[in-house]
């Protein structure tokens, strides 16, 4: 079995692949004070939740966009199943990829919402031209929070409304449909800066 380690910036996501299913599937906060051993005390802790043995892991691939954590996990996997991961970077791997670009629909915006909500631009070429870089929708939630005390975290989703009854559904609707808006204002600039209208 294989584990895969997507190290975010807000969350590091683990899998368990068995040949190329997913079996188990685990998201965690991610925390850049982990030391390789605290690491090691959770991978083990999720895996014996789910009964697997430690010892059926023959190989792990990490990618990361956070340095400080990166190296402490490939320790955390290394002395938990005795195996070096495959760290993933555009150095590491670039000879894996065969990227076809009539693959892809030209032009298009691509839109990633995470811890920060990244938009690229692909032109009609099939050219990587720019992007957008935005705090994310959680960031943004925890911002708001830790500067305004009487307000609480709430569920992030569409609250159906555009006018909130309520301060819940109000943050709902600033937090979420702002974003949805933000990303849709970005998106008709970026056209009209092209010329032309993209897939998104």
């Known amino acids: 079995m294989l584990l895969v380690v997507d190290i975010g910036n807000t969350h590091t996501v683990l899998g368990i692949y068995d040949q190329d299913r997913l079996i188990h599937m685990w998201r965690l906060a991610t925390n850049v004070e982990y030391t390789s051993d605290e690491l090691r005390i959770k991978l083990r802790a999720l895996l014996s939740a789910e009964e697997i043995d430690a010892g059926v892991i023959k190989g792990a ?49 691509v839109v990633d919402f995470g811890t920060a909500t990244n938009m690229e631009v692909i032109d009609k070429d099939g050219v990587f031209v720019g992007g957008v870089i935005a705090p994310g929708v959680e960031s943004s939630m925890r911002s708001l929070m830790s500067r305004a005390a009487l307000l609480r975290a709430v569920e992030l989703e569409d609250p159906g409304v555009a006018i909130g009854r309520d301060s819940s559904e109000a943050i709902q609707i600033g937090v979420v449909s702002g974003e949805a808006a933000r ?18």
């Open 61 to 109: 691939i990490l990618c990361s966009v956070v340095p400080a954590l990166t190296h402490n996990w490939e320790k955390a996997c290394e002395r938990s199943f005795g195996v070096a991961p495959q760290v993933v970077s555009a150095r590491s791997c670039a000879h894996l990829l065969n990227i076809d670009k009539t693959s892809f629909v030209a032009p298009v915006v």
């Open 183 to 200: 990303v849709d204002g970005l998106v008709e600039r970026i056209q009209a800066e092209l010329g032309y209208k993209t897939k998104v």
